[in-house]
Structure formats: structure tokens, C-alpha cells
């Protein structure tokens, strides 16, 4: 059988999905609306700073992703060292269990909420805020990650389920979070204990195995999907006939170019909510920023939610002397004007003693639709409907947006990885992808 095979999508999951095609000897063709590969996964160069869309480095534990990813390119290994901004004071991440620098007053409020927290089953606890409060207590909660969830993921807590939340939120022992309040000597725990970026061409070039030999159609948005007839339209109005579909496009982008979708699929699709932000990356004059890989900022009066350096990930990323920061910013399109977001992030940035204004050599602003699924009560039912339509006609949806869910890239790579293994194994009309 010579199946037609198209690819929406050259991220990391439309990637992995052509790779391991080819790799059983069936080719596919990749269309791709960016002028080139990597999604989510890609970056730009600006001056000689290169900056990753986002922050981006490697944690997987997984061993195809690893085989993969670090034999395309030398890497680095980062030991994780996130701090917290929080009014003025460095905090060692996770807050929770390195309290050190706050008053004595603070200190022993948490404490005592430690020490009188109960024990909930996970399963009686309805949302977000309800499962801070339990774990944290409501000082801290209220104070720390339900702060940084309104900026983070612009939701209130409650309006949050917990599924999501996995090894992603650490849960100290009482101990834990009174040695945290002594000292500042404290073990690692952030849930990945070693981070990898490629020395050179930031993260994307853990990916180029993937991308080598594939088919890739660059500058290609496809604008229309017809599932009766197998046939997809391009932004120039060529057609495309296929056998089977494959696609890594956003679930609501995805159902706005399928033609013939019920008015239920629709409503559904538009349900489905994701953070969308601003990336304002800044090109520096001097080599003395924060030491950290990355940082949180909680306080509410500076809009920037996390900032990272990309020239800390790989000194491959910034002209010799120099330093790069990238700055998260999570809100609606519309709700700064350009000139006003850059100058309040960064003069906040600057009185909170991040860099200088006057070793700024270029800011970029860049905004990005589709960055955190947000997972809302209805995301389970929603997400069901529109993936069950695809589904039954057949058409394999991908990744992170085509799968609607939390995944890393490596998680996105093995969701591209299945629905080739599906194909191969002519399990194929079934397009659910299970983990
Ligand atoms: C803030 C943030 C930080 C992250 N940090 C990390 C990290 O540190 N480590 C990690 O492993 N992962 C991280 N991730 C996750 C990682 O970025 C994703 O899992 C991965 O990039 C998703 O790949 P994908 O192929 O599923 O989707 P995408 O990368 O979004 O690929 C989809 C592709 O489809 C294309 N497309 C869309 N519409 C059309 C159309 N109509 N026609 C043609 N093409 C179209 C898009 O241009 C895009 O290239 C992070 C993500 C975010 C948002």
C-alpha cells in the first residue's frame, strides 16, 4: 500500500510522526505555516542573540527522546537553580521549603499551617485553591502560588481541577519546611535534577535527526481541511489530496478549517481555553545578571510572570560579553499597548536590581497564542468531544495542541512517535492516542 501521508505541523510532534514513518520506509509531507521547523520547539536570532520561544531545556527521562535528542548534538548539563522573586527577596525554588529569607512573623505563620494541615484525599478535594490551602496552608497559598497562578495561568485557583498538578508542585514534610526557615543549605527539589541544552543552535538542534530527511513544506498554512473528500487547501489555494491525515494544529484552529463540523464539536472547540502571552527577550551589554537559569516573580504590581536566560543555557546564545533575558508575560493581545508592556517590565525589572537599562542593546516582543493548555473544570468533556470527532473521521491529532494537554517536548515527540506506530501497525482507524 503507497498511502498518501500528510503532516500538519513541523513542531516536535509532526516531526517525531514523519521520522518514525520514514523510518519503516513511508513517507509523508510535512505542511508547515512558519518559515521554518521546531513549532514551540523553534528560535530566532536577532544581533547575534538567539532566543528559544520560551524557556526549553531537556528533562526527559524518556530513552527514545534521549537516543534521539543527544546524539543529534553536544549538549550541556544544567543542574536546575530556579529562584523565586518575591518582593524584593531571592528565594531558593521551591519557595515552600526554603523560606529563609522571609520575616520571622511569615515564617512561623506557614509553620503553624504545616503543622496543622490535614490529611484530604486527593479525591475529595474539588479544585486548585482547595488543594493549595491543604497542602500549603492559606498563608502561603494565598501569598505564593495562587498569586502566580493568577499571573501564570490567568485563572483564580478555584477555577483550576487538579490532575494537572502531578510531580510539578513539591509537597514538604514539616521538617522540610522548617530546615527551609533555619537555613539555606537545602537539598534540591525541583522534580528534574538535571537539565540539558545543546551547546549550539539552542534547543531546536536536539531535533534535527528528526527533521533531516523529511519532506517539509515551510511558508504552507493550511486553511481548509475536507474529510469527505480527503482533501486539504493551502493559504495559496493548492489542494491536496491524502490518504491519511495526521495533524498538530490547535484543537480550536483545527476545528475552524474543518468543514462540516457539528454546531456541538464547534461550541466545544471554543470552550477549550490556553494562556496566551508575550515573550520580551533582551539582548544585554554585560555578562552580570542573575545567576539563575530561571526565575519566578510573584509580585503582583510587575506584570512579568518567569524570566530565563537563554545565554545562561548555552554561551552559544549571545555575542562574547554579553547576556540574554526572556521575559513571560501571560495576558490578552489587547490588554498593553506594545510601548507600555516593554517600559513597565522593564523598569520594574530594573528596580528590582535584574540588569541596567543602560546595558540594554535590543528588546524583541513577540506574542504567542497558544502557550499552557489551561486545565479548567470542562477541559475533560470539551477536549473528549472534539477529539472524538476527529477520531471518527479518521484523523490522528498530535502534540501539545492537538492532543489539548500539559505534554514537554518529549511527551509531544512520543505522541507524534504513536500516531506513527499506530499507522505502521494499521491499528490505524483509531485515532485516541492513550497515555
Ligand atoms: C512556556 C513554555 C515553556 C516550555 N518549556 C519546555 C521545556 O523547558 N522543556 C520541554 O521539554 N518542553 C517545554 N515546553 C513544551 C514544548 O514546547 C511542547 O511540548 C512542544 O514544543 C509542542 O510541540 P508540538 O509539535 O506538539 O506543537 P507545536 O510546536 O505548537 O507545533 C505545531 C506546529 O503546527 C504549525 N501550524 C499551526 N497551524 C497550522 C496550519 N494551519 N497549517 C500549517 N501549520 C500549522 C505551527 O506553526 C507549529 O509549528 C514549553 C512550552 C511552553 C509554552
Known amino acids: 500500500m503507497n498511502d498518501k501521508i500528510i503532516i500538519l505541523g513541523a513542531g516536535i510532534s509532526g516531526l517525531a510522526a514523519g521520522y518514525y514513518l520514514k523510518r519503516s520506509g513511508k513517507s509523508s509531507k510535512i505542511f508547515e505555516k512558519n518559515h521554518s521547523w521546531g513549532g514551540l520547539c523553534d528560535n ?15 528533562f526527559t527521562e524518556d530513552k527514545a527522546a534521549n537516543d534521539l535528542f543527544l546524539n543529534a548534538t553536544p549538549y550541556i548539563r544544567h543542574t536546575p537553580n530556579p529562584f523565586n522573586l518575591y518582593y524584593g527577596k531571592w528565594i531558593k525554588h521551591p519557595a515552600q521549603n526554603n523560606l529563609y529569607p522571609l520575616t520571622e512573623e511569615e515564617k512561623v505563620k506557614i509553620l503553624n499551617d504545616i503543622k496543622n ?17 491543604t497542602q500549603y496552608g492559606d ?30 508542585m513539591y509537597r514538604p514534610s ?63 489555494g493548492n489542494m491536496y489530496s491524502y490518504d491519511i491525515l495526521i495533524s498538530s494544529i490547535p484543537l480550536p ?30 539582548g544585554l551589554k554585560t555578562k552580570s545578571i542573575p545567576p539563575y537559569l530561571w ?40 490588554k498593553y499597548s506594545k510601548k507600555d508592556l516593554i517600559d513597565k517590565s522593564l523598569n ?21 497564542k497558544y502557550a499552557n493548555v489551561i486545565f479548567n473544570h470542562d477541559i475533560y468533556k470539551n477536549r473528549k468531544i472534539v477529539r472524538d470527532f476527529y477520531d471518527n473521521i479518521g484523523i490522528y491529532t498530535i502534540g501539545r495542541f492537538g492532543e489539548w494537554d500539559y505534554f514537554w517536548s518529549d511527551q509531544s515527540f512520543l505522541s507524534g512517535k504513536l500516531a506513527a506506530e499506530l499507522i505502521l501497525s494499521e491499528k490505524g482507524s483509531n485515532g485516541v492516542l492513550n497515555y
Open 253 to 282: 484552529e483545527l476545528v475552524k478549517i474543518t468543514k462540516d463540523v457539528s454546531d456541538e464539536v464547534r461550541l466545544a472547540a471554543k470552550m477549550l481555553r490556553c494562556t496566551s502571552g508575550y515573550q520580551l527577550s533582551i
Open 139 to 168: 498563608y502561603f497559598a494565598e501569598k505564593f502560588p495562587m498569586r502566580y497562578t493568577k499571573k501564570y495561568w490567568q485563572t483564580e485557583a478555584r477555577d483550576l481541577g487538579v490532575k494537572w498538578v502531578g510531580n510539578r
Open 44 to 58: 530566532f536570532t536577532i544581533n547575534n542573540f538567539r532566543f528559544d520561544r520560551f524557556v526549553h531545556l531537556s
Open 348 to 368: 520594574k525589572l530594573v528596580a528590582a536590581g535584574v540588569f541596567k537599562i543602560e546595558d540594554i542593546l535590543l528588546t524583541d516582543l513577540r506574542f504567542e
Open 117 to 133: 494541615r490535614k490529611e484530604i484525599p486527593v479525591d475529595k478535594i474539588n479544585n486548585y485553591e482547595e488543594w493549595l490551602r
Open 295 to 334: 526565575f519566578y516573580i510573584y509580585d503582583e504590581d510587575i506584570p512579568v510572570a518567569r524570566v530565563y536566560s537563554p545565554s545562561l543555557k548555552s554561551a552559544d546564545n549571545a555575542p562574547d560579553n554579553c547576556s540574554s533575558l526572556q521575559l513571560e508575560i501571560y495576558c490578552n493581545e489587547n
Open 174 to 236: 514539616y521538617d522540610e519546611v522548617a530546615l527551609g526557615c533555619r537555613s539555606t543549605e537545602t537539598p534540591l527539589a525541583y522534580y528534574a535534577k538535571e537539565m540539558r541544552y545543546p551547546e549550539k543552535g539552542g534547543f531546536k538542534a536536539f531535533f534535527t535527526t528528526l527533521a533531516k530527511d523529511l519532506d517539509i513544506q515551510n511558508r504552507s498554512q493550511i486553511m481548509e481541511i475536507d474529510y469527505s473528500e480527503k482533501v486539504i487547501k493551502d493559504e495559496y
